[in-house]
């Protein structure tokens, strides 16, 4: 049986024999065409002077290796005007003069190397049957020429580190492309400018707040929008309310954490009244079973018990007696004073009226059992040796500025945030301030955006809070693109994306992070998809070719 191979080596050659033997796969080749152009000249000439093989190795079949020995032939050029007497023909798409590997292998090891390195790339390689040393498959990368990259019109920038704490250099991500776009090795204003000078179609440049980009975005592309990552912005105020409630935090630590009941000292027994309930429910449901058995209808059975016909209706679909749903119990409204009464309790103070009065007067709006039953819990621990204390989760800042930040709260959340806010003026502006922040970063309605931004800076430049009132200062100074980024669609999740990616590809590299090599391994990886559309890789021959059949 003879197999047509035509199709699985490249055009110009035309396959000798195939040897299998233990290394691999050897097809021999020649190549075709009466003669060859001289590369000085461009004469054609047919005269031979001798021939040579070349061996080059090529992507690998069924798991071996495959190596490619052409029988290439030396021409005497015979234009007599040449300085070139003897050449060597050229293997045009099949391999560069004097390569050691066809093309499309080397697109294959580029590949490889782009997205694994040199030594995983090289081990990825050798057990896929193309053996190559990790020094020659970053060779490999170094030769290749760099991406073509498009002058991008939205462009995020953010800065990396090179050596944590040491050195940082600047990452660019084209926004509309999804792509890196470029990498600094510093991140200076005037680098960062002359790029952009290069790249004269950028027209938004989302970054980080103020500082260098901003400066070289005026300097290298003065009529580009410049925003403000608005998520960053919300980051930033988060801490600034964050340290205004450390000042407060003892007074914070008067709240339970939502979800925290408080001490666990006894609640009023409810025990005799659900069993009460249940036993209602089941008398019911034994009567409207018994009643619609002797064929009554169920409007004739709702007004015998004085029920709704949907309650007679849904107990006569049930198997068996409904149960009690159950309902958990939210948190004492005790609970926000619990901590006073603790601290009175520990001033020598066992008087539960005098106490009652006492958190009335903090603004405590439950009756004076619960207040007793606490009273008897710390008597009781206290003559059984247990020290009464504070175990229970308090509210922390930490906390705090989480719960404020919350797309949604649920009851408990709502009850503790309402807790903080009644604690103090200050604390009270500040998680409003950081609330309607929020809301803002949140809202999509542009021009009632830019009128919120300058109310909430008003209020908050006037809140009283030094913190704050810093914050507003430098947002201020920024405004235009804090405006920005508050209505336009950009921001930096992308770049940080990238950022990440890029940390990834550094540290596979170990020691061997060279700049130039980290940014090619960085730029030419930026989407698996776009590699393959700008070089596709035919695994054996090219697509047009015949499919391989049996002649
Ligand atoms: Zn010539």
């Not at 542009?446 to 914050?471: D, I, K, N, Q, Y």
Request: aromatic share 4%; net charge positive; with cysteine.
């Amino acid at each position: 049986m003879d197999w047509e191979l035509r199709s699985l080596v490249p055009d110009g050659l035309r396959i000798g024999a195939i040897i299998t033997g233990e290394g691999g796969v050897s097809i021999e080749a020649t190549t075709t065409g009466d003669g060859a152009p001289c590369p000085e000249c461009g004469c054609t000439s047919r005269s031979v002077h001798r021939h040579r093989e070349r061996a080059l190795s090529d992507l690998p079949c069924m798991g071996r290796p495959v190596r490619l020995l052409v029988r290439v032939r030396h021409f005497r050029c015979l234009s007599p005007l040449c300085p070139r007497k003897v050449f060597c023909e050229r293997l045009g798409g099949v391999a560069a003069p004097r390569a050691r590997r066809t093309d499309r292998q080397g697109r294959v090891l580029l590949a490889i190397a782009h997205e694994s390195g040199g030594e995983a790339g090289a081990r990825l390689a050798r057990d896929s049957g193309m053996p190559i040393s990790p020094d020659t498959l970053l060779r490999i990368i170094r030769r290749s020429a760099s991406p073509d990259v498009s002058n991008p019109v939205a462009l995020g920038v953010d800065d990396w580190a090179l050596r944590k704490g040491r050195t940082y250099g600047t990452i660019m991500v084209d926004l509309h492309r999804h792509r890196p776009v470029g990498l600094l090795p510093d991140r200076s204003a005037g680098s960062f400018a002359e790029w952009l000078v290069a790249h004269p179609d950028v027209r938004i440049i989302s970054r980080d707040r103020g500082g260098e980009y901003a400066e070289g975005g005026r300097l290298g592309a003065p009529r580009a929008v410049q925003v403000a990552d608005r998520f960053h912005l919300l980051k930033n105020l988060g801490e600034v309310v964050e340290r205004i409630m450390r000042r407060h935090a003892d007074r914070l630590a008067r709240v339970p954490a939502p979800g925290c009941q408080g001490m666990p000292w006894p609640r009023r027994d409810r025990a005799a009244s659900r069993e009460r309930t249940r036993s209602e429910m089941r008398d019911r449901y034994e009567s409207i079973q018994e009643l619609s058995r002797r064929g009554m209808s169920k409007s004739a059975i709702a007004r015998a018990l004085g029920v709704h016909r949907h309650t007679v209706q849904k107990y006569m679909a049930l198997e068996t007696a409904p149960q009690r749903r159950h309902r958990t119990r939210g948190r004492s409204i005790l609970a926000t004073h619990e901590a006073y009464i603790l601290e009175r309790w520990r001033q020598g103070c066992r008087n539960a009226m005098q106490l009652w009065r006492e958190v009335t007067a903090r603004g405590y709006r439950g009756g004076y059992g619960s207040v007793a039953r606490l009273v008897a819990h710390l008597r009781a621990s206290e003559n059984t040796g247990c020290r009464p204390s504070q175990p229970w989760p308090r509210l922390t800042p930490e906390r705090s500025v989480g719960l404020l930040l919350a797309h949604e709260r649920d009851k408990q959340e709502q009850a503790s945030i309402d807790d903080l806010k009644a604690l103090h003026p200050e604390l009270c502006e500040s998680a409003a301030a950081l609330e309607g922040f929020a809301r803002l970063v949140r809202s999509e309605e542009g021009e009632e955006t830019e009128r919120g931004l300058h109310r909430w800076m008003a209020a908050a430049g006037g809140s009283g809070a030094p913190e704050l009132e810093a914050f507003v200062v430098k947002l201020r100074q920024d405004v235009g693109a804090v405006l920005a980024g508050l209505t336009l669609p950009y921001s930096q999740g992308q770049v940080e994306g990238q950022v990440n990616r890029l940390k990834l590809i550094k540290r596979q590299m170990f020691g061997r992070a060279n700049f130039d090599l980290l940014r090619e391994r960085f730029l030419n990886t930026g989407g698996a998809s776009r590699r393959a559309r700008d070089h596709p890789v035919p695994i054996f021959g090219s697509t047009e070719s015949a499919p391989v059949g049996i002649s």
